[in-house]
């Protein structure tokens, strides 16, 4: 049996298990239900990711394959060994194989909101439970999903991803969708989706997604130093001062919509009210915040829509960012000492917050951070 065939063959044998769990946990009935079709559909798209994976060493080998792409691939597979050799994350196998994929776009994430209130929708689905955002391989379908939900007079956001993490369920190819990214964008995801093999708290989706990009950007920094690289290091840190940057701007804005829909404003009023703030907030990355922003655009920024959907997905990736530049000063700058400490803190926590946890380990009193409204999916 092939190679490719022998694959196939495990991976239905997978489903047909996750079925069987289905069954018995959740009846027939659920068997008929969109959303196991949804993991069906997802399950067979992943499957031909999986079979078209062919090692990176092998791709880099092979004569047909481009210059740009084999550097590209050679720094993959140098930061993957910094990641696990240098930063002593799980590297496991993850990003030892490459997959090209038919399209730019590899995923499209859909979250959602109420219109009156920072309160993200959630998904349900077995082994993960709920999950506040729902990603999709047909832009149809979602697109779909999403026109049903502002139906329901939900606040919507569709975006896209060029990457994902199974969180070591399987060896994750490295995926053609992110090879083009510059260099140091690749090296940070590649150290972002393996902090997700090393540290995942269930539950506390911007807790995971806040903490990788934090290992992944500073992370390129160290790798980028180490190879002699400083214009790059440089870039890696200007990227990261940018999050911190939009992380300041998003809690701003947050505590603004919170007060308003607090207020106890009729709805008429809440929703001028909210459509003034989103405007102010328009007028802020167009001017003072996108003056301090280095790499990114904040006129662009200013341009797209903002409601409450975009402002949860937003924090994701930028939940008390300061707590954890805090936590890296208390060891003295020095990363690895500080993913070890928020490893073992994290491993010993019992049901407290995860954030609680790392103010303590920054030096703060318990319960100074806190998940907060900061939930919820993927940023613009």
Known sequence: MGAVALLGHTLRGLVLKALAILIVSGGVAWLVSGNVRYVLRAAVAEAGILARARPI???????????????KLTLVLAARDFAADSLHLAARKTYTTYSRVAHDTLVFVLSASRADRLEAHTWSFPVVGRVPYKGFFSLAHARAEQGKLEREGLDTYLRVSDAFSTL??????????????????????VIHEIT???????GHVPFNESLADFVGYHGAQDF???????????????RWSDELVLGRFYDTLTARLERLY?????????LRERQAIFQAARDDLAGATGHELLTIDGAAMARRPLNNAVVIAARIYRTHLTVLERVLAAHQGRL???????????EARGSRDPWAVLAQQAGEPAGSASGGSGRPAGPP
């Not at 060493?57 to 394959?65: G, L, R």
């Not at 997700?196 to 269930?202: A, E, G, L, R, S």
């Not at 980028?224 to 200007?238: C, I, K, N, P, S």
């Open 168 to 189: 070591g369920w399987f060896n994750d190819p490295l995926l053609s969708t992110i090879v083009g990214e510059d260099s140091v964008d690749l090296v940070a995801t």
């Open 224 to 238: 980028f130093r180490e190879r002699g690289d400083t214009l790059a290091a440089r870039f890696a840190a200007a």
């Open 57 to 71: 060493s092998i791709v880099i080998a092979d004569p047909k394959t481009d210059a740009a792409t084999r550097a």
């Open 336 to 346: 690895v000492p500080t993913i070890a400490a928020i490893k073992q803190a994290e």
């Open 262 to 270: 607090a207020s106890g404003a009729p709805d008429s009023t809440l």
């Open 196 to 202: 997700h093999n090393t540290i995942w708290v269930p």
